[in-house]
């Protein structure tokens, strides 16, 4: 025991419980990759992405400096269960093979999910997920670098998120810049299982702070973004 309450263990993982997302990158011929990953946080509008650095991802978002971020909502468990156990990489990393990976070049059509142009950059969005969010590469952090063993391995890279899209049925009526908590129902990613949220448990003290504070430098920059297309 480490305290009365608690009984000491050692879980192979620590992951208690963060939303999926969809990752879409362009392959170096042009076409999609699409990944699901969880291990996500959010600042503003930045998001830093641990990721394995031989993913297909994470290799197309260092050669490209772009990717979209696309959040399922519970009722995609299964596209998102379907990219389970493959990768865009071809031949599939040995490590990988071992825990019965394989190759699958369209991942959209494996998920059964919809591929839509973005504007500010060349990955498709997916049409299905209420929430896409294109993004361009600021850093790449290194993880593990003091041991021999990882170093290299794992890699948290952060983004700039420069638009924002959403399914109406999320906005909060009668406001045009925020999502109804109530009406988006993210796919929560909780020791390997796929979760949707309870309801809410109690009105929250910090919501007390009116999110029109929260807006940061960022969005101004993101209205500079270039329209791909025009
Ligand atoms: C629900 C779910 C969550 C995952 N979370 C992560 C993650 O946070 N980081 C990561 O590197 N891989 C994560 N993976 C594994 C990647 O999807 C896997 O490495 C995949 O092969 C990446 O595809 P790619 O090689 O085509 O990029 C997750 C997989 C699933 C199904």
């Given at each position: 025991?480490?305290s009365?309450?608690?009984?000491r ?12 997302v969809?990752i879409?990158?362009s392959n ?6 699409l ?6 946080f ?19 978002m ?19 269960d ?27 059509g ?8 973005a ?11 209420p ?10 952090h ?31 009526a009668?406001?045009?810049d ?17 979760y949707?949220l ?19 430098p ?13």
């Amino acid at each position: 025991m480490i305290s009365p309450a608690h009984t000491r263990i050692e879980p192979g993982i620590l992951y208690f419980g963060t939303p999926v997302v969809l990752i879409s990158t362009s392959n170096e011929d042009g076409t999609p990759n699409l990944a699901p990953m969880s291990s996500a946080f959010w600042l503003g509008w930045r998001a830093v992405l641990g990721l394995g650095a031989r993913s297909k991802t994470a290799q197309n978002m260092l050669r490209t400096g772009e990717c979209v971020l696309n959040l399922p909502s519970d009722s995609l468990a299964g596209a998102v269960d379907r990219l389970a156990l493959t990768t865009g990489s071809d031949p599939v990393p040995v490590f990988k093979q071992e825990r019965g990976y394989r190759h699958v070049q369209d991942k959209f059509g494996r998920a059964g999910l919809t591929p839509a142009p973005a504007e500010t950059v060349e990955a498709p969005l997916v049409a299905e997920c209420p929430v896409v969010m294109e993004a361009v590469v600021e850093a790449v952090h290194p993880i593990a670098e003091d041991d021999g063993a990882q170093r290299g391995s794992i890699v948290a890279i952060e983004v700039r998120v420069q638009r924002v899209g959403v399914h109406d049925d999320i906005r909060t009526a009668g406001t045009t810049d925020r999502i109804d908590p109530d009406a988006w129902r993210p796919l929560i990613m909780s020791f390997q299982q796929l979760y949707g949220l309870g309801s809410q448990v109690r009105p929250s003290t910090l919501a007390s702070i009116p999110e029109r504070l929260y807006r940061g430098p960022d969005i101004e920059r993101a209205r500079t973004a270039r329209h791909r297309r025009s």
